[in-house]
């Protein structure tokens, strides 16, 4: 065999070799796959309130809307009470020094022209007063029909000041009850995941997860309950509070109008006293 022919040999040889070499180690073996890196969207949804919210299951969407109720009610209350932070006690002491003068048609303007539910009571029974001492009722009449008149226009006014109370406080009472009642939901759940995967997770791991993800909305309930209680509380003492004042005001303004019909009716006593009464002419003799 000559030289070039074992050259050629050798070369087929290597060649086989490492054709035999490739076929053996087959096609390559697929990478590794990278997790893609997560957006600020999914940060956004699995963080924060809004996370937990998700994690929490369908008990957190009734807790969500009796939040979104309670926060409406809250901004409403808070714009409708306003009105109370009149100057009232100016108001009140204009229009006794006005009755006290004998003035009630300024002291009604007065009120008409000013803002607050204790303006509007004033105005209401010195409306009352006007009309009834131009009808000539009697002193009695009159202040019974101008208190009676006041106490209904106050019960009409701390309703409207009271709408919408009750829902804050049916807030404060079920929201936290939902989220006890999410939290046992939950934890069933994560008890019958634990006993469905025994030996293939760590019992402590999966049960302190499922646990803590039931848990949220316990915490959930109670970050909703808590305020509306609160904002519940706030805002019936500010209205017991002007209750008070608007019976104050009232029993007030009875007083200085009882006055008042006091000395009218004084005065025209005196002046029928003062006022000569005609001479009776005697009667003539007849001749007998």
Known sequence: MSAEDQNSTDSNASLDSNLTDANASGPPADAPEVAPEPTWLDGVMQEGALGMLLE???????????????????????????????????????????????????????????????????????????????????????????????????????????????????????????????????????????????????????????????????AFGLIVGIPAYLFFNYFSSVINSFVLQVESTAAELIEVVTVRLTLDRSEKDAAAQKKPGRRRSSPKKTDE
């Open 56 to 218: 929490g299951g369908a008990f957190m969407w009734p807790i969500l809307i009796l939040a979104v109720v309670g926060l409406a009610v809250v901004i409403e209350r808070f714009r409708s009470l306003k009105m109370l932070d009149a100057d009232d006690e100016t108001l009140r002491r204009q229009v006794i020094d006005l009755l006290s003068d004998d003035k009630p048609e300024q002291a009604l303007e007065l009120c008409e022209d000013s803002r607050g539910p204790v303006a509007a009571v004033l105005a209401n029974g010195l409306r009352k007063y006007l009309v009834l001492k131009k009808l000539g009722h009697d002193q009695a009449q009159i202040e019974e029909q101008v208190v009676k008149g006041m106490e209904s226009y106050g019960v009409h006014i701390v309703s409207a000041l009271e709408r919408h109370l009750p829902i804050l406080a049916t807030i404060s009472s079920v929201a936290p009850m939902l989220g006890f009642l999410g939290t046992v939901a939950g934890m069933i759940r994560s008890f019958e995941d634990i006993v469905a995967k025994m030996g293939e997770v760590n019992i402590v791991e999966a049960a302190a997860a499922g646990i803590s993800v039931a848990l949220y909305t316990t």
